[in-house]
């Protein structure tokens, strides 16, 4: 029996979190929260730290990302390779993440290593041991990642755009840092980040799994509560230049055998009021994968782009919005035409209310899925920190969806797709690129023979 | 540690490599079988109100022969391209609308179609899925479609994507006579070269409930789905599969190698040996091998690469978990001064010393509790549980591997891991990829480092 479905009803949200956590400060300032969760016999952390790239300068370009590497590389209790062959040892995996506004460090063990795990975590915030021989090492790898990312066009290309958003410095530059700024970067240097960066009042401990809280509460006082408060924290450097024409970078690769492209502008930080209405415009228009505006006109329609889609970076300080994709060199260009159609289609007209109520009905649905799992959640409580939002945040934005009509959408597209203030960046052969962008916007080439 | 340039090529070999698992505790698996042949398997799960759907069909790369490479990933393609009773989109908008996300892949032997939604919407993937099982019609126009979209596919993941080439390289050289040496995507002039009688003959052979399980796993009630999956899918008609005859890969005389030029940035090095398919009583074996050679920062290669050497940024490993013949690999990204050649000593060296020297036991029990972290953190989500239950259904036939090979790995011992190098890690049975890069002066120069270069 085959039934037709028209599609799914408006899906009720009741405003509960899904996710029941505890949650305490030490006196010393390191807030916790705590999931106790059952179903395997694992346990989740993630130690937050409220400082990340965008503290770096361009002198030192990527400091903060080595020193928080450094921190694996032994302790007073676990020198030299110790400390990775003891979290080896027991199956457990760490890891370090530098974004812009914060630092990460993200264990999954056992919950019979419970103790263990947390005893490593404790002791590398604390007691690192920072060696010129494991920095000039570290630097070395650091550089070579640089340049291993440099190969990736799409990180090129995401580069290139907030460089040309946000300036040379901090938050303009990528997390993992420039070859020329880790190479300046000196053990004295490392030390004094770790000393105004890493300290428990500007730290956040989100753990879970298989743990009772109570015990979970007497392990972390004993291991923590000794750690002393820090010093001011780095400033990050968040410098905004809004273009006031439509820019166009092309990076000339002659024997590019696609070209890829990005396109956006700063958008708003998480705690903007207009970051509801921003996420539902930016489902229709390209984050809600095949089924939205982009897709359907400039890869199924047209038939100009292989993939194309778009998405939000949000921040504590600017988000970015930005559209990228890729195509064929033949066709790259009238897909950049034609995204900037559909983008003044946006501003021009409202969107349907059946296509504004699926946008919605997808984010009601889905908020449950964001908590499956303990990593799930924890992962989601410490984005939502490290953005400066609070824990309620999903269940309000739900809430001011209701707020939300196809009226205020298309002024959320009238102020953030304005060409005038976006930049496009493409790498790709300049001969088949550029006669067809011409006229669109003020183009600047980069490397190789535009002739 | 992770690096958006790390990920890159950590994931192209990484999308290699998934663990077939099932919780070791919570509810059992239900299974049976409808009368049409599809297999139903269901595992309840509470704790969250949402369900996973997943349609896995037991086809696959090693189902492609010469000149019809990619015909599995079009038939793919052509299931989105509307079914009797929805129009081309409207599966995806109906899934997406109500809160839930649904997407498809084909890898080396089974093809999945896959839905995670909240619990509330069950019954309406259950019926999109029964009538793109049965209404999927097939078309001249529905096929080109379906072409273009692999085309474009293969233009953006393969030939537009140096790590995407390179993977191709390497299964090309690692597989010579098996199918898995081709992408899934196909050779170009193949995907041009098939017509609708060659989807048809594909489609209709593997694409049906004698071919297929149906995965569910989530917050239901198992005897009320049971009931429900019967109403939908019990009267879509089964056709008699043709036994499949496998295809063995050949000995080489000599190890076989490749060298790429290309700018990755970094020179790079890939070194594998072909094994037998996941099956074979080895694979516990070999899966302790490669954690000891190549599983996290304290593994033999990493220390002696990364550490000691100096010559790597990064060190990896990993197996390939298929039916047929596998492979178990190990790649290094090299520092970006360091000479290949000796990276290359160093890597070997490392797998000669684990053929010739007793390992340890604090390293063997190491390797075996990262076999079990890695079995829990790979069965997490109701996604993650699906999957493996039906690859673990086709390509093992024991809905269970994922806890027997947990328990298997606690017998592997000292001798056996000597021993079982010692078969496996031959010149004869190794593949060789040297990533190299380009002169200089031929590399893509960025803006950033030409003006760094001056500072």
């Known amino acids: ?451 | 540690m992770k690096k958006t340039g790390l990920k890159a090529f950590s994931i192209f070999l990484l999308f290699l490599l998934f663990v077939l698992t099932v919780s070791l505790s919570g509810s059992e698996i239900f299974e049976t079988s409808l009368d049409n042949g599809l297999t139903l398997l269901i595992k309840e799960d509470h704790s969250v109100p949402l369900v996973a759907v997943r349609v896995c069909y037991h086809v696959g790369i090693k189902n492609e022969c010469p000149g019809l490479t990619g015909i599995t990933s079009i038939c793919e393609a052509i299931m989105w391209q509307g079914t009797r009773a929805y129009k081309k989109g409207e599966i995806a908008r109906i899934i997406q609308a109500g809160g839930g996300y649904t997407s498809s892949f084909t890898d080396w032997d089974v093809t999945h179609f896959y839905s995670r939604v909240p619990s509330d919407m069950l019954d309406t993937v259950l019926m999109l899925e029964a009538d793109r099982m049965a209404g999927t019609g097939l078309t001249s126009e529905k096929l080109l479609l379906s072409k273009d979209i692999v085309r474009k596919k293969r233009l953006s993941e393969v030939e537009s994507s140096i790590y995407g080439r390179i993977n191709e390289e390497y299964f090309n050289l690692a597989y010579r006579a098996h199918p898995y040496g081709h992408n899934k995507y196909g050779w170009p002039d193949d995907i041009n070269r098939i017509n609708l009688d060659d989807l048809k003959k594909h489609f209709r052979a593997y694409f049906q409930p004698s071919n297929a399980v149906l995965v569910i796993a989530g917050d239901l009630e198992t005897e009320a789905i049971v009931k429900r999956v019967t109403e939908l899918f019990g009267n879509i008609n089964s056709r008699p599969m043709e036994e499949r005859r496998p295809i063995s890969e050949p000995e080489s005389i000599g190890d076989r190698r490749s060298v790429i030029v290309a700018d990755i940035g970094v020179p790079a090095i890939i070194m594998g040996y072909r094994i037998p398919g996941i099956s074979h009583p080895d694979y516990p074996v070999l899966n302790i091998i490669t954690n000891i050679l190549g599983t996290g920062t304290s593994s033999r290669i990493y220390q002696r690469m990364v550490n000691d050497e100096k010559s790597a940024m990064y060190t990896d490993g990993g197996i390939i978990m298929s039916e047929e013949p596998g492979l178990i690999y190990f790649y290094a990204l090299l520092n970006y001064d360091s000479p290949v050649e000796d990276a290359e000593k160093q890597m070997s060296g490392e797998i000669k010393r684990i053929k010739d020297e007793m390992i340890t036991e604090a390293e063997l029990e190491k390797a075996k509790n990262q076999v079990v972290v890695n079995y829990y953190r790979n069965s997490r989500t109701l996604d993650d549980i699906t999957r493996n239950l039906g690859t673990a259904r086709f390509i093992t036939g024991d809905v269970n591997f994922g806890k027997h090979l947990v328990n298997a790995v606690h017998h592997v011992s000292t001798e056996k891991i000597i021993q079982t190098a010692q078969k496996y890690f031959k010149n004869s049975n190794r593949i060789v990829v040297v990533i190299s890069p380009p002169e200089a002066g031929d590399a893509y120069i960025f803006e950033e480092d030409h003006e760094e270069e001056h500072e």
């Open chain 1, 1 to 451: 029996m085959i039934c037709i479905i028209s599609g799914a009803g408006a899906y009720s949200y009741d405003g509960e979190i899904v996710s029941d956590y505890t949650d305490f400060s030490l006196s010393n300032g390191l807030e916790v929260y705590l999931i106790e969760d059952h179903r395997q016999p694992m346990i989740d952390f993630i130690m937050l730290f409220r400082t990340g790239s965008a503290t770096d300068s361009s002198r030192l370009s990527g400091l903060s990302a080595l020193s928080l590497t450094m921190l694996m590389n032994g302790t007073e209790n676990f020198p030299g390779t110790a400390l990775n062959n003891a979290i080896d040892s027991t199956g457990g995996i760490l890891d370090f993440t530098t974004l812009r506004d914060g630092s990460l460090i993200e264990g999954t063990f056992l919950s019979r290593d419970f103790s263990f795990a947390l005893e490593a975590l404790a002791d590398m915030v604390q007691r690192p041991v920072f060696t010129e021989e494991n920095l000039e090492r570290e630097k070395r790898r650091f550089e070579s990642i640089a340049m291993q990312r440099n190969s990736i066009s799409s990180a090129r290309l995401r580069d290139a755009l907030y460089m040309n958003n946000f300036g040379r410095e901090g938050y303009g530059l990528p997390a993992e840092g420039r070859r020329a700024g880790l190479r300046r970067v000196e053990l004295d240097d490392v030390k004094e980040y770790f000393t105004h960066n890493i300290h428990p009042d500007n730290a956040v401990l989100f753990i879970g799994g298989d743990i009772k809280a109570d015990e979970a509460k007497k392990t972390i006082k004993k291991l923590f509560a000794d750690w002393a408060p820090g010093k001011d924290v780095y400033r990050s450097i968040v410098d905004i230049t809004l273009p006031d024409t439509l820019e166009i970078i092309i990076y000339d690769n002659p024997d590019a055998p696609s070209t890829d492209f990005v396109i956006g502008r700063p958008a708003v930080p998480a705690v903007s009021d207009r970051a509801a209405a921003l996420i539902l415009f930016d489902y229709i228009l390209g984050g809600g994968g095949e089924i939205s505006r982009l897709w359907q006109s400039v890869v199924v329609e047209q038939a100009l782009a292989t993939v194309i889609q778009s998405r939000i970076d949000w921040s504590r300080h600017e988000g970015v919005m930005m559209i990228s994709g890729n195509a064929s060199n033949e066709t790259a260009a009238d897909a950049i035409r034609e995204i900037m159609a559909v983008i003044e289609e946006l501003r021009e007209i409202r969107v349907p209310v059946s296509e504004f109520e699926d946008a919605k009905n997808f984010f009601y649905g889905n908020f449950v899925g964001q908590y499956e799992t303990t990593h799930s959640s924890l992962s989601m409580m410490a984005t939502l920190n490290r953005l400066g939002v609070k824990q309620d945040f999903y269940p309000e934005l739900l809430k001011r969806f209701d707020q939300c009509d196809p009226d205020k959408l298309r002024d959320i597209a009238r102020e953030f797709l304005n060409p005038n203030n976006m930049t496009i960046v493409v790498s790709g052969p300049i001969r088949k690129l550029k006669p067809g962008l011409t006229g669109l916007g003020n183009i600047t080439v980069i490397g190789g023979d535009e002739n």
